[in-house]
């Protein structure tokens, strides 16, 4: 089985781990992973500030760059969601024919990380360990936009030594938003405050997402209240045996 | 006096949401109030969304319903026309909030008018009805319950089904004495009920002529519904023997029957209930049945324009129940007078900015983290982060002609992120000078607790993982290095 | 009568016209356009005839509405058995009503055009109904002579409401199918008034008759 990582722009510059945790997770499962040096952006950033045409020249670029992929692995479902939800009518209103149909033979073929290892390879059970309390938050984009479902549970109850606390209010947004974290800070702060309540009352060690966009928030506050709990990229729990225990940073 | 401060609901007038947001971010009193109001509300929608097995299909034809009402409206704003006028109403046409004012205002002179009785409604305070007709020797009396709270305490409306969810029962009680002359009245909202009902009793048997909106005006038969729960409609659409219903020119429906579909998702979703108490609906004038003389103002006010936008024509839909404001997790911390118009929440970020033209309230759409839970409610499927996006993206032209952009941060920070992604060269570049720029911001432990310009937007509350010494694709590159290495 | 609008309204047709554009349809092309709607939601309810009345009398009580039923022999008799329960002396019914609800030991004022003030002055009013709803507990009035105008349900504290298990169907779409054309004026009720912007507490009674009485003949 082949595939091809889009590791998205920026767990390419701030959570590396988080890549290299994917690579070593489908690695041992067999996968033959292939990353195309030329990626960069899927164009969520622009696209959700109101940059349409900016947003468009990058989506134009990440279709052409993964036309002879046999699957994309994406590991963060707002940039599935970007390409599923948003894509279609970028390439409706500013592409041309051509785009448009190599546009439609590439989206069957993307994947988010949990639905890759449910979906396509078909597992739930990847050999895991991680003995420690953690807390599943469910993005927007993951539960609303592509609709994992019961997708990321089905892998963390496989996980040995796992102990697994149901986050109050799961539905609720974290306040992240992308560039709504810091043009609207003050409501972005208020909303994180909330959801912290909920997090910190599952007594989890870790809170964990299939998106280091909310986890960067969720992270930031905890690091910055000494909060005694961490964030944590589902691919690294994964990822994680009793030989090779996951990448955590500090 | 009420919760504190005096907002602003003109949107000409408003301050952007971020500062608007402010003071009430820093009200716990609101806060609290606005969160419980949300909770109650929510936790009834629920439970009878859950037990309402065929709600997806509801929905479904809820959607179609407007959707093919709003592809028709010109045919059938006139059926409706025609056929109110045949049962004796008299229809009005009104391209702007000015105009509408000036035919109440002359309805009411022809008829000698110097007091109205009025039923809530979002329409009229839209085209701010009450202070014209104040200030044209008319006095209004408002007669929903939350209506009478915020006349009296001079306050504005916070939402549009529970308008005065942001004030408490001490808070009211302290209105009521002041301003009903019942400085004995206790704090019990039964107490406080009691008393609104013993002042208006009294206006709605001695005032003739009343103002109302409409929740649905009916093609097919010219008739008019009003939902309601407390009685004060059927009062004022009963007793007076003038009437004036000023209604959107995008509340119709194409038959009566279609109220079967509207009703079950409008109840559940504005107040939790699978029926509201009171639903009327007349059709013209009914002889020896309320008022003979009856008026409908047909209220353009932007709407033909926003049916015209492919995207924003949905904003239409709107059936004006709330659900949308009462998921959302932003409205949920900010309550509705931090959005500075009378349509606050997720459908007043998309709509406002539209009825303004986009000259004004161009923060509403920002005011927004895109988490779907709107739409996810919306009993008629309105893709509310859809339209989101579409005025963004509006906002956005509007300011690549303007020249303030260039000292814009967030626009020339994305503009340079953009040309450095058309590159991987360019953006592993960037990478690298992102990685020593960060190392000044970065702290012993390998986090920035504070960055400067738009950056301390974000260290204001949260931290930032310093650049790791290498990015990802520079490890895959090594490590492909190392292997061909040791292959070779 | 001068409509100093009538600029408008042609200006907003047109503008309608010109948005709705070449996706605007005539008389033919929009009724099917109409009747291509889809419709997947419940129209026909399940339950049987017992059931139903069950389930209506189940969500009137919960509305604290007092429901008891009857026959039509026994009609009379619990006329007067829920008259004199309410300890209330002076009575209107509407001009179409029965005479035999007129049950002595009461006033009875019949509204054959009373002015609001006589109706203010009395302690209830006695009506039928069109329909009632059962899943709803959803009482129809279409003020027919036996249900009267509608101040007469409206201004009296104190209303009971005569209904037939013939006239109770089960969802909201049954009772739009059973109608050959549409009423003139409506008022459907479910529960006395009430209100929850104080607080979100709900408070019942705050305008029209704060008391629900309802009699179900069994026929």
Same mark, same amino acid.
């Given at each position: ?37 030329? #990626? ?66 590439? @989206? ?8 890759? @290892?449910?979906?396509? @390879? ?33 892998? @963390?109850? *496989? ?35 909330? *959801?912290? #309540? ?53 | ?252 429906? /194409? ?97 406002? /900015? ?135 | ?14 503008? %309608? ?37 069950? %389930? ?93 105008? =509608? ?11 005569? %209904? ?45 008759? =704060?008391? %629900? ?7």
């Amino acid at each position: 089985m082949r595939a091809s990582l889009f590791i998205t722009c920026y767990n390419d510059t701030l959570f590396p781990e988080t890549g290299r945790a994917v690579v070593n997770l489908l690695e041992r499962l067999g996968v033959d992973l292939e990353f195309n040096p030329k #990626q960069t952006c899927c164009g969520q950033m622009h696209a959700n500030s109101g940059f349409r045409s900016e947003a468009f020249s990058q989506a134009k670029r990440l279709v052409q760059l993964y036309r002879d992929a046999e699957s994309v692995v994406i590991p963060s479902s707002s940039c599935v969601a970007m390409v599923r939800d948003q894509y279609p009518a970028l390439f409706e209103e500013l592409g041309n024919e051509a785009l448009r149909r190599e546009f439609a033979a590439l @989206l069957p073929r993307i994947y988010e990380l949990s639905e890759f @290892l449910v979906d396509k @390879l078909k597992v739930d059970d990847v050999g895991a360990y991680f003995p420690h309390r953690v807390t599943y938050h469910a993005s927007c984009h993951g539960l609303r936009g592509i609709h994992l479902g019961d997708r990321p549970f089905r892998l @963390l109850a *496989k996980v040995r030594g796992l102990e697994l606390a149901p986050l109050p209010n799961l539905d609720r947004c974290c306040g992240f938003g992308g560039t709504f974290a810091v043009k609207n800070a003050e409501v972005s702060s208020a909303m994180l405050s909330v *959801k912290l #309540q909920d997090v910190f009352s599952t007594r989890a060690e870790y809170c964990t997402a299939l998106d280091n966009s909310c986890l960067m928030h969720l992270g930031g506050a905890m690091h910055r209240q000494y909060a005694g709990m961490k964030t944590i990229h589902m691919a690294q729990i994964l990822a994680s045996t009793d030989s090779s225990p996951a990448e955590i940073a500090q | 006096m009420s919760p504190g401060y005096h907002p602003v609901l003109d949107p000409t007038l408003a301050p952007p949401f971020t500062e608007a947001a402010l003071p009430v971010l820093r009200n716990p009193q609101l806060r609290k109030n606005v969160a419980h109001a949300i909770d109650v509300i929510q936790a009834k929608r629920n439970k009878l969304v859950t037990e309402k097995t065929d709600w997806q299909e509801l929905r479904a034809a809820a959607s179609a319903i407007r959707a093919h009402t709003l592809e028709n409206l010109a045919a059938y704003i006139e059926m409706f026309e025609s056929r109110c006028t045949a049962a004796g109403g008299s229809v009005y046409w009104a391209s702007d909030a000015a105009e509408a004012r000036r035919i109440i205002l002359e309805i009411l002179r022809k008829e000698n008018a110097s007091e109205v009785i009025k039923i809530k409604s979002m329409t009229s305070a839209e085209i701010q009805l009450n202070p014209f007709l104040e200030a044209s020797g008319v006095s209004v009396f408002e007669t929903d319950l939350a209506e009478i709270i915020l006349q009296l305490g001079e306050d504005e409306p916070s939402h549009i089904v529970v308008p005065a969810l942001h004030v408490n029962r001490s808070q009211v009680r302290e209105i009521f004495a002041r301003r009903m002359g019942r400085p004995e009245l206790t704090d019990d909202p039964r107490a406080l009920t009691a008393a609104a009902r013993d002042y208006l009793r009294k206006k709605f048997l001695s005032v003739p002529t009343a103002i109302s909106g409409a929740n649905f005006l009916i093609a097919e038969t010219g008739g008019v519904a009003i939902v309601e729960s407390e009685g004060n409609g059927r009062m004022c659409l009963t007793l007076p023997g003038t009437m004036i219903t000023v209604a959107g020119i995008e509340k119709l429906l /194409p038959r009566f029957q279609d109220l079967e579909v509207m009703l079950q998702v409008l109840a559940r979703s504005a107040t939790g209930e699978r029926m509201n108490p009171y639903t009327s609906l007349w059709t013209g004038v009914t002889p020896g049945d309320g008022p003979q003389s009856f008026h409908v103002v047909l209220l353009d006010n932007q709407r033909s324009t926003i049916l015209a936008k492919r995207v924003e024509r949905q904003t239409l839909k709107c059936i004006r129940c709330a659900a949308c404001m009462n998921s959302c997790p932003v409205y949920r911390q900010t309550g509705g007078h931090a959005y500075g118009s009378i349509y606050p929440g997720p459908i007043g970020a998309i709509l406002t /900015p539209q009825l303004m033209q986009m000259h004004h309230a161009q923060s509403l759409p920002y005011a927004s983290s895109l988490c779907g839970e709107c739409y996810e409610v919306c009993p008629v499927k309105i893709n509310i982060p859809e339209v989101l996006l579409e005025l963004r993206s509006q906002v956005v032209n509007q300011e690549r002609r303007d020249m303030s952009r260039f000292v814009d941060p967030m626009y020339v920070g994305l503009r340079i992120a953009d040309l450095l992604f058309s590159r991987a060269w360019l953006f592993h570049a960037a990478q690298r000078l992102g990685r020593i720029g960060a190392r000044f911001f970065t702290r012993k432990d390998g986090w920035i607790h504070s960055l400067p310009s738009v950056g301390a937007k974000w260290t204001q509350t949260r931290d930032l993982r310093g650049l790791p010494d290498e990015t990802f694709h520079e490890w895959w590159d090594s490590r492909r290095a190392k292997r061909s290495g040791e292959a070779g | 009568m001068t409509r100093p609008s009538i600029d408008s309204r042609t200006q907003i047709v047109e503008r %309608l016209r010109a948005a709705n554009g070449s996706a605007a349809l005539d008389r033919e092309g929009l009724a099917q356009a109409y009747d291509a709607l889809p419709r997947q939601y419940i129209r026909q309810g399940k339950l049987s005839p017992s059931a139903k009345i069950d %389930l209506l009398i189940e969500r009137l009580r919960e509305y604290d509405a007092d429901v008891v039923e009857s026959t039509p022999e026994m009609l009379p008799a619990t006329i007067g058995s829920r008259l004199a329960a309410s300890r209330r002396k002076t009575f209107v019914v509407p001009s179409g009503a029965p005479s035999a609800w007129r049950i002595a030991g009461f006033d009875w004022k019949i509204d054959a055009g009373l002015d609001i003030k006589a109706i203010e002055d009395t302690d209830g009013v006695v009506t039928g109904a069109s329909y009632a709803i059962a899943d709803s507990g959803t009482i129809v009035l279409h003020h027919t002579a036996e249900e009267g105008r =509608r101040v007469l349900t409206l201004l009296p504290d104190w209303h009971l409401c005569i %209904l037939r298990t013939s006239q109770v169907v089960e969802t909201l779409p049954e009772y739009f199918a059973s109608l050959k054309e549409p009423p003139q004026l409506v008022t459907w009720i479910s529960g006395p008034s009430a209100t929850a912007d104080i607080e979100m507490t709900r408070i019942k009674g705050v305008h029209g008759p =704060r008391l %629900l009485n309802v009699i179900l003949v069994c026929e």
